[in-house]
C-alpha cells in the first residue's frame, strides 16, 4: 500500500513561515490534500489539488508538489495556526484513501 | 450552512456491535460521496470506508473490511457505519466526511467534529 510520510512535529516562531513536507514515491504525479485538525474542533480542508486554497483558508496557506515530496507552507505564521497537519492522496493501486501520518505544528 | 453531526458512539465490549450515524445539513446529500474517517487516540487520521452517491459502490479499508458495513439513506439526509465483531483496535473518534466532486481524488470537504467509540472490557 501507498505510503505518505510526515515529519512528526515542526516549530517555529510567530511571524516566520513553516514548511510541512509530505514524502511518498512519485507523490509528485498525484493529488494532495492537506488538513488542519484542531483539538475539539471539526477536520478543515486547508490546501486542495496540491495548491488551491478553499474559501476562507488565508492567502498564507500555500501548498506545493513534485517529484517525491509536497510541501504546506504557512507563511507569517500566528497562534492561531498551531495545529496538526495531514497530507492525503488517493491511492488507486490500493482502491484507498491514504493519510500521512500528521505534523504537530507549534508556533514558539 | 453545511453541518454533518455523527452519533451513536459509546463504549462497546470486544466482540460487540455499533451503529454510527451522520446526519447532513445545508447541502444536497444525496448528490455527495461519503466517507468514514478515524482517529485512534494519539495517532493519525485513518480512512474507514466510502460510498457512492446511490449506495452501489462501496470501498473498506483493509483493516475493517468484513466487519464494518457502510449504508446510507438519501431521503433522511443520514450515513450509518454498522460495526462488528469490534475489537480494542477500533477505539477511535469516528469522524464522517463528504468527497468534493465525483472523483475519487477529490478531496474530503466537510468533516463533523466526530463521535468516540471506544472498545473495552
Known amino acids: 500500500s501507498y505510503v505518505l510520510t510526515q515529519p512528526p512535529s515542526v516549530s517555529v516562531a510567530p511571524g516566520e513561515t513553516a514548511r510541512i513536507t509530505c514524502g511518498g514515491n512519485n507523490i509528485g504525479s498525484m493529488s494532495v490534500h492537506w488538513y488542519q485538525l484542531k483539538p475539539g474542533q471539526a477536520p478543515l480542508l486547508a490546501i486542495y489539488y496540491n495548491n488551491e486554497r478553499p474559501s476562507g483558508i488565508p492567502e498564507r496557506f500555500s501548498g506545493s508538489n513534485s517529484g517525491n515530496t509536497a510541501t504546506l507552507t504557512i507563511n507569517r505564521v500566528g497562534a492561531g495556526d498551531e495545529a496538526d497537519y495531514y497530507c492525503q492522496v488517493w491511492d488507486s493501486s490500493g482502491d484507498a484513501w491514504v493519510f500521512g501520518g500528521g505534523t504537530k505544528l507549534t508556533v514558539l | 450552512q453545511v453541518q454533518l453531526v455523527e452519533s451513536g458512539g459509546g463504549l462497546v465490549k470486544p466482540g460487540g456491535s455499533l451503529r454510527l450515524s451522520c446526519e447532513v445539513s445545508g447541502f444536497i446529500f444525496g448528490d455527495y460521496y461519503m466517507s468514514w474517517i478515524r482517529q485512534a487516540p494519539g495517532k493519525g487520521l485513518e480512512w474507514v470506508s466510502y460510498i457512492s452517491t446511490s449506495g452501489t459502490s462501496k470501498f473498506y479499508g483493509d483493516s475493517v473490511r468484513g466487519r464494518f458495513t457502510i449504508s446510507r439513506d438519501n431521503a433522511k439526509n443520514t450515513l450509518y457505519l454498522q460495526m462488528s465483531s469490534l475489537r480494542v483496535e477500533d477505539t477511535a473518534v469516528y469522524y464522517c466526511?463528504?468527497?468534493?466532486?465525483?472523483?475519487?481524488?477529490?478531496?474530503?470537504?466537510?468533516w463533523g467534529q466526530g463521535t468516540l467509540v471506544t472498545v473495552s472490557s
Open positions: 466526511a463528504s468527497l468534493y466532486g465525483s472523483g475519487t481524488a477529490t478531496p474530503f470537504d466537510y
